[in-house]
């Protein structure tokens, strides 16, 4: 069978799938809302990551659990654009691990301060309940959870109950945005409409020698829309916009440049 | 008699040591129960209690239906009780403890007490003892003499609580718990277990309880409920909301999520066969008009802590607010989401000259010690390692000299840092700082300890 023929079969098999799971329904365009991220990983989401929708973050490494997070509260500062609240939930032992959200670096990177909720609970299961109330409620823009370890508490049921309780807090302006943050990436499987691997990645320094800004690697490993893939972009934090990243040393700096010394940038 | 004398005449006595703690907490949990009878229960230690039943009496059809009522139930659960209506707290602890238990009928408080000893006036054994040689025993005794010289001889208190007795010195009664601005009950003939029915209890509750307020101009902000166990145990459980709440459906839901989060904390056992709901703090709440143009989300908003709240307590949600000092740990306080917002809440301008963020994405609970190697003592780590894994650092911004607030108590305790932003080979970007300046605050080099302070993106 060629592939125009193949066409209308495919059509019919996915309005038979959109009727048993209508997560898998057709998007309509102009009516879904969307946080688009750069261009090429966009194309590939169909114009950016769908609100209404579960989705998964996980460090490559323990060492890039910040960029993960880091990731994360970019995407929220792009969904909060109008004066909606974000909720990160997270457990004691998370913020005895990896470090609680700290306000004033929070507020630089991009995140209004004032549009902050956190929530600390004692248990992983607490923290999956309050992201279901609060993907739910329609003032929140974005809820980030955080999942210490590979996360066992969010299997496959609770994730697709995440990803219902997400399509629930649909309204007109942004809402209804799950961003779930497992500390330790998991080989289960999970009901979140993309999967993402996060790693830090080395930054282009500015000309002074100085640390360039935030890049991250991204490997999207699951994708429902679309082929996954793999970019390095970067954060503009006073833009509050990701960028292409400029490949790095392209061409390395000069080495024996007498006028400076590498380390002089203070405060 | 002593306990050998005792156990000479029956060997087998069984002795057991006398715990007042645990009478005063059995005390307590009668006190809970009687709560079904009035909410103003007061303890009368080491063995009574005292219920203020004004108004209430009519509740159970009169005063001698409630007093039969009362002590029935508690003769049921195995108790021996005396209970005394009265005028006053004295003639009733009177003549429940020294005469004919039972009610004293109105304007003959006078004449049921005056032939009582006059042990029942709640005077202390030496007075008593005292009046005695003088040949007085009876209350009347009292009455008929002159009150000087028995101020004179015994004090105030004697004639203090002669009065009270007769009703000429007024005698509140404490009530242990905060009396409610306002609530609503209901009693079941057959106890209720499950908890569906609690909860549809209590939004049934809160529809009489609503208008209450309504008619106040008032909402609540701190709500309990008690249940009343068939066996006497009463559980109480309370929610605060972060505004004025008066929505039955809400007040309900609130309550199913207390109620889902304390799980086996109330047993209902037999059931329960009486629910109380109590507003026991209200606010001021002004009717709002609600928009045509959308839903409100700062209802909504509010609504969604109050149940978070419910859930994990309403401390835990917290919103971050910028605090005026400069030292890292301390710029920002979480403070409960509901309490209101503060209104200088803004950030100190940070000066910003890097294409980086200038404070971390996260901060450690405490700052952590690592093992840094520098090339030179003020200099920036060339590498250092953070829970065992070793981190080469590729390039460092730096130092931001951040000194402990002079202006405090522990002045020259605490040593300044000096923060460096570092990326590492792979990209991770940290926040580490060593402590002390070296020539000033510390003397040797080799004693210079760096902490890892935070995360950025």
């Known amino acids: 069978m060629d592939h125009a023929a193949a066409q209308p079969t495919l059509n019919q098999l996915r309005q038979t799938l959109a009727g048993i799971d209508p997560s898998h329904a057709p998007r309509l365009a102009g009516v879904e809302r969307l946080v688009d991220i750069a261009a090429p990983v966009d194309a590939v989401l169909g114009g950016g990551l769908a609100c209404g929708a579960l989705h998964e973050f996980a460090p490559s490494a323990p060492v890039h659990l910040a960029a993960t997070s880091g990731f994360a509260t970019a995407l929220a500062a792009r969904a909060s654009g109008d004066r909606k609240q974000i909720l990160w ?21 991009g995140m209004a301060l004032e549009r902050l909720l956190i929530l600390r609970v004692a248990k992983p299961v607490d923290v999956l309940w309050a992201m279901e109330e609060a993907l739910r409620c329609r003032a929140v823009a974005c809820v980030i959870a955080e999942l210490t370890s590979d996360g066992s508490a969010a299997d496959l049921t609770a994730t697709r109950r995440l990803a219902l309780a997400a399509r629930e807090g649909v309204s007109a302006q942004i809402s209804g945005f799950g961003l779930l943050v497992r500390h330790k990436a998991t080989v289960m499987p999970s009901a979140a409409s993309t999967r993402w691997e996060i790693a830090a990645a080395p930054s282009r320094p500015d000309v002074y020698g100085g640390l360039g800004r935030v890049r991250f690697d991204l490997s999207l490993h699951k994708n429902r829309r679309g082929p996954s893939g793999r970019w390095i972009i970067e954060w503009d934090h006073h833009e509050r916009a990701f960028q292409q990243a400029v490949p790095v040393a392209v061409a390395s700096p000069a080495f024996n440049r007498p006028d400076r010394a590498p380390w002089v940038r203070a405060g | 008699m002593g306990i050998a004398d005792a156990r000479a005449m029956y060997p087998s006595l069984p002795v057991v040591d006398a715990d007042p703690e645990a009478d005063l907490r059995f005390l307590e949990t009668v006190a809970d129960w009687c709560d079904r009878y009035t909410p103003l229960v007061g303890l009368d230690a080491p063995d009574g209690l005292l219920l203020d039943v004004t108004g209430c009496a009519h509740l159970f059809g009169g005063e001698a239906a409630l007093l039969r009522d009362l002590v029935a139930r508690l003769v049921q659960q195995g108790l021996r009780a005396r209970a005394a209506v009265a005028d006053t707290v004295g003639a009733a602890w009177a003549v429940a403890r020294y005469g004919k238990a039972g009610i004293v009928p109105r304007g003959e408080t006078g004449a049921s007490i005056l032939s009582l000893p006059i042990a029942a006036l709640r005077v202390d054994t030496e007075t008593v003892a005292g009046l005695k ?15 000087a010289p028995f101020a004179a001889r015994f004090g105030k208190t004697l004639l203090l609580r002669l009065d009270q007795a007769l009703g000429q010195a007024d005698e509140p009664i404490m009530p242990r718990m905060p009396v409610p601005a306002a609530m609503a009950e209901q009693r079941f003939p057959e106890p ?9 209890t209590v939004e049934h509750l809160g529809h009489q309880l609503v208008p209450v307020l309504e008619r106040r101009g008032e909402g609540g902000r701190l709500f309990q409920i008690a249940l009343f166990r068939a066996d006497g145990a009463v559980h109480r459980l309370e929610i605060g909301t972060g505004s004025p709440l008066r929505d039955p459906a809400r007040i309900g839901k609130l309550f199913k999520e207390r109620l889902a989060v304390l799980g086996d904390v109330c047993d209902p056992g037999f059931g329960y066969d009486m629910v109380r709901l109590s507003a026991l703090v209200t606010e001021r709440m002004d009717p709002a008009q609600t928009g045509l143009a959308g839903p409100d989300h700062a209802e909504e908003l509010a609504h969604l802590i109050d149940r978070l709240g419910a859930r994990f307590g309403l401390i835990r949600v917290t919103r971050p607010v910028p605090q005026d000092t400069h030292i890292p740990e301390f710029a920002v306080l979480n403070v409960p989401a509901h309490a209101p917002r503060p209104a200088s ?13 200038v404070r971390p994405l996260r901060l450690l609970v405490r700052p952590e010690p690592v093992d840094a190697v520098a090339q030179v003592p003020d200099g920036p780590p060339v590498r250092f390692s953070w829970r065992q894994v070793m981190h080469q650092v590729a390039r460092a911004e730096g130092p931001e000299r951040i000194a402990m607030e002079w202006w405090r108590d522990d002045r020259g305790k605490k040593l300044t840092r000096d923060y460096f932003r570092v990326e590492s080979d792979v990209g991770a970007r940290m926040w580490v700082y060593r402590e002390g300046l070296y020539d000033r605050e510390i003397e040797r080099p080799e004693v210079l300890r760096w902490y890892l302070h935070g995360l950025f993106a």
């Open chain 2, 345 to 357: 809440a803004a950030l100190p301008p940070v000066a910003q000259d890097t294409l980086s963020t």
């Open chain 2, 133 to 147: 040689t003088a040949g007085l025993t009876c209350i009347a005794d009292l009455t008929e003499r002159p009150r």
């Open chain 1, 89 to 109: 939930i997270l457990t004691d032992y998370a913020a005895g691990e990896g470090g609680g959200p700290y306000g004033p670096g929070l507020d630089l990177f």
């Open chain 2, 192 to 200: 209720i277990a499950r908890e569906a029915d609690v909860i549809g």
